[in-house]
C-alpha cells in the first residue's frame, strides 16, 4: 500500500486542521492505520491509530478531546481541534498489516506516507 499525507499549514494557537492520508494498492479497512508526529530536535511520537473491524482508536494522552481520527474505503483522517504550538510537527501516516488492534508502537508500522507538516503560531 502506498500513502499520501495532506492537509498540514499554518494556523494560529486555537485553531483546527484536518489532515488527510490517502492509501493506494490497498484499503484502508484492511490495515491499522496510524498517525505519528517528530517535531525538530524530537524522537517520532504517536499520536492516533485507528484499526479493527469496529475502527477501535487510541490518541496520545495530550491530544484527547482534541484529535479525532476517522477513516473511510481508501482514506484515513485526522480532525486536529483546539491546537497549540506544542502540535506543531511533520506529521506522518503509517500503515500495518501485521496487528488488528491499533498500537502506538512505531516499528509495527510497515508503510510510511511522506509526511506533512503542521506549524501552529502563538
Known amino acids: 500500500v502506498q500513502l499520501q499525507a495532506s492537509g498540514g499549514g499554518l494556523v494560529q494557537a486555537g485553531g483546527s486542521l484536518r489532515l488527510s492520508c490517502a492509501a493506494s494498492?490497498?484499503?484502508?479497512?484492511?490495515?491499522?492505520m496510524a498517525w505519528f508526529r517528530q517535531a525538530p530536535g524530537k524522537e517520532r511520537e504517536f499520536v492516533s491509530s485507528?484499526?479493527?473491524?469496529?475502527?477501535n482508536t487510541r490518541y496520545l494522552e495530550s491530544v484527547k478531546g482534541r484529535f479525532t481520527v476517522s477513516r473511510d474505503k481508501n482514506t484515513v483522517y485526522l480532525e486536529m481541534n483546539n491546537l497549540n504550538v506544542e502540535d506543531s510537527a511533520v506529521y506522518y501516516c503509517?500503515?500495518?498489516?501485521?496487528?488488528?488492534?491499533?498500537?502506538?508502537?512505531?516499528?509495527?508500522?510497515?508503510?510510511w506516507g511522506q509526511g506533512t507538516l503542521v506549524t501552529v503560531s502563538s
Open positions: 503509517g500503515a500495518t498489516a501485521r496487528i488488528p488492534y491499533p498500537s502506538s508502537n512505531y516499528y509495527q508500522y510497515d508503510y
Open positions: 485507528i484499526g479493527g473491524s469496529n475502527g
Open positions: 494498492g490497498g484499503t484502508v479497512s484492511s490495515y491499522v
